[in-house]
T-cell receptor, first 115, second 114 residues
Framework: DAGVIQSPRHEVTEMGQEVTLRCKPI?????LFWYRQTMMRGLELLIY????????DSGMPEDRFSAKMPNASFSTLKIQPSEPRDSAVYFC?????????????FGPGTRLTVT | GNSVTQMEGPVTLSEEAFLTINCTYT??????LFWYVQYPGEGLQLLLK?????DKGSNKGFEATYRKETTSFHLEKGSVQVSDSAVYFC?????????????FGKGTMLLVSP
């Protein structure tokens, strides 16, 4: 099993540009999560999906952030326009369990730097 | 609401030393408890878990016991190795409200020197 796949692994962009992060969950997993990790705030849950439907997006910091899951094998997190304070490591995770409360499998993350 | 508090790091130890990383939690229901580990440059991976009071989770020489009376889930290892250097996250999942997600602590960095 390839695990959760994220791309790109590193992204450097200028303030004001659009950034799209991509995630392929493990096949057969019902839940997909997007997290952001920074030194100051730790690990924050941004949004999660169940069977491709967004369940809770209360962690999305602003309207500049949006996430989609058009099918069971692909999700995107978009930031438009990007700002320096968006610099962080963004993780995607997936889970096979019905209640989304058990083990989550994390991807390697995308390190985003906004200059 | 739910919350997890971990001891601040970094924790610096010599190889073969005993490790304890403290974790306490606040939850409205009956949570399951987890320890995740993040090695440099990687995502988090599950280290161990416990789903009810007095359960002991164990893996790779690490152990943690679910203590409901003290709302704690401290991580221990009898003899650490350099390869254990990583960031350790305590987390809980409270299923009382139906849909449930993981609440993570801020993480504790462990540095083990030869």
């Amino acid at each position: 099993d390839a695990g959760v796949i994220q791309s790109p692994r590193h992204e450097v962009t200028e303030m004001g540009q659009e950034v799209t992060l991509r995630c392929k969950p493990i096949s057969g997993h019902d839940y997909l999560f997007w997290y952001r990790q920074t030194m100051m705030r730790g690990l924050e849950l941004l949004i999660y999906f169940n069977n491709n439907v967004p369940i809770d997006d209360s962690g999305m910091p602003e309207d500049r952030f949006s996430a989609k899951m058009p099918n069971a094998s692909f999700s995107t997190l978009k930031i438009q326009p990007s700002e320096p304070r968006d610099s962080a490591v963004y993780f995607c995770a997936s889970s096979p369990y019905r209640t989304a409360s058990y083990e989550q499998y994390f991807g390697p993350g995308t390190r985003l730097t906004v200059t | 609401g739910n919350s997890v508090t971990q001891m601040e790091g970094p924790v610096t130890l010599s190889e073969e030393a005993f490790l304890t990383i403290n974790c306490t939690y606040t939850a409205t229901g009956y949570p399951s408890l987890f320890w995740y580990v993040q090695y440099p440059g990687e995502g988090l991976q599950l280290l161990l878990k416990a789903t009810k009071a007095d359960d002991k989770g164990s893996n790779k020489g690490f152990e943690a016991t679910y203590r409901k009376e003290t709302t704690s889930f401290h991580l221990e290892k009898g003899s650490v190795q350099v390869s254990d250097s990583a960031v350790y996250f305590c987390a809980l999942s409270d299923q009382g409200s139906g849909y449930s997600t993981l609440t993570f602590g801020k993480g504790t960095m462990l540095l083990v020197s030869p």
